[in-house]
């Protein structure tokens, strides 16, 4: 089965018809809409990114079967020929935080990537589905709910392209639970201090807005092609 997750941008997009439930994991219970494939908002009951059960929400998914996953996210840009309104498909990740496991117990050590060869296939496989994506670049995820200073955007930008604050979280667990990975940004804004105007969250969900139908019409494409 295949697994969407959206999060900003699902705010103003149209859904499909799916059937709303709860899933309850070892971690707590999640919100899934499924159906012949599986939806998850990640920002559930309006939480902001650094209150997201992270591990409830990717168990949740394993539980109900998905075999793959494709996350939508909403990204700054940290370089400026990655322009607003960019899609990118993002081919490796850093944290700049903490990162969740659902290994609590056992003492050892786990290798996360977005693209081994399963994922490299399902990464490549969306960029030729999504007219106009972008397919390369590093994410590197911050922990929120505040935008980055200025100087955090300088030093992220030596190492990075794109700052959100959830996709790194997604694909380390969905590496955990042996689910392919893949992700789709969505480019609503340049980083704070890359642009003359001053960055808002207003700002940014005025993009997503602006870009609700793309949204949808990417969702069912991949729905068609991958589901």
Not at 150 to 155: S, T
Not at 177 to 196: K, M, Q, R, W
Not at 213 to 221: D, G, H, L, N, P
Request: aromatic content about 6%; overall charge negative.
């Amino acid at each position: 089965m295949l697994g969407i997750i959206g999060g900003t941008s699902l705010l103003f997009s149209r859904l499909p018809d799916l059937r709303p439930g709860r899933i309850d994991t070892p971690f707590g219970p999640a919100e899934v809409l499924s159906g012949d494939f599986a939806l998850l908002q990640r920002h559930q009951r309006g939480l902001p990114a650094h209150r997201i059960n992270f591990r409830a929400n990717m168990a949740a998914l394993a539980i109900l079967g998905v075999d793959r996953i494709v996350a939508i996210g909403s990204a700054g840009s940290l370089k400026r020929e990655i322009q607003p309104g960019f899609l990118v498909i993002p081919h490796d990740y850093m944290t700049w935080g903490d990162s969740p496991s659902i290994h609590d117990n056992p003492v050892g050590h786990f290798l996360s990537h977005i693209r081994p060869e399963m994922d490299r296939n399902l990464s490549e496989n969306l960029g030729r589905i999504v007219p106009g994506a972008h397919l390369g670049g590093v994410y590197v995820q911050t922990r929120g709910p505040r935008l980055e200073t200025v100087a955090e955007v300088k030093a992220l930008s030596r190492f990075a392209d794109l700052v959100g604050m959830t996709l790194a979280s997604e694909a380390t667990l969905a590496c955990e639970l042996g689910i392919p990975f893949t992700a789709i940004c969505t480019v609503d804004n340049y980083a704070h201090g890359l642009s003359e105007e001053v960055l808002s969250y207003e700002q940014i969900l005025e993009t997503s807005r602006a870009h609700r139908e793309r949204t949808a019409a990417i969702i069912e494409k991949i729905v068609e092609v991958m589901g």
